[in-house]
């Protein structure tokens, strides 16, 4: 099994990212799939998650309007797009992939927010 995100990086505030995340080693499909973030001494928090066929989302309320979570799943790849970043959205970013009792992650990626 692996998650392998990518996509992360220094970007002005205001600026935009997209992460990816791309799947392998399970059946992508039935999972939810979820992305997580975790700021120096703080702990892990949901950022958004999206539901096996997509037909559902939730977000944080610190990146409602902001953050926009899709998924391929012919391509097994979660994404998280970013704008209008702020200095606090600067985390490391974690994929998740869940479908009880199997709980998956990758190994994040860093995305700073910095003028």
């Known amino acids: 099994v692996q998650l392998v995100e990518s996509g992360g990086g220094l970007v002005q505030p205001g600026g935009s990212l997209r992460l990816s995340c791309a799947a392998s080693?399970?059946?992508?499909?039935?999972?939810?799939m979820s992305w997580y973030r975790q700021a120096p001494g703080k702990e892990r928090e949901l950022v958004a998650r999206i539901t096996s066929a997509g037909g559902s989302t939730n977000y944080a309320d610190s990146v409602k309007g902001r953050f926009t979570i899709s998924r391929d799943n012919a391509k097994n790849t979660v994404y998280l797009q970013m704008n209008s970043l702020k200095p606090e959205d600067k985390a490391v970013y974690y994929c998740?992939?869940?479908?009880?009792?199997?709980?998956?992650w990758g190994q994040g990626t860093q995305v700073t927010v910095s003028s």
């Open positions: 998740n992939g869940q479908w009880f009792p199997r709980d998956y």
């Open positions: 080693g399970f059946t992508f499909s039935s999972y939810t």
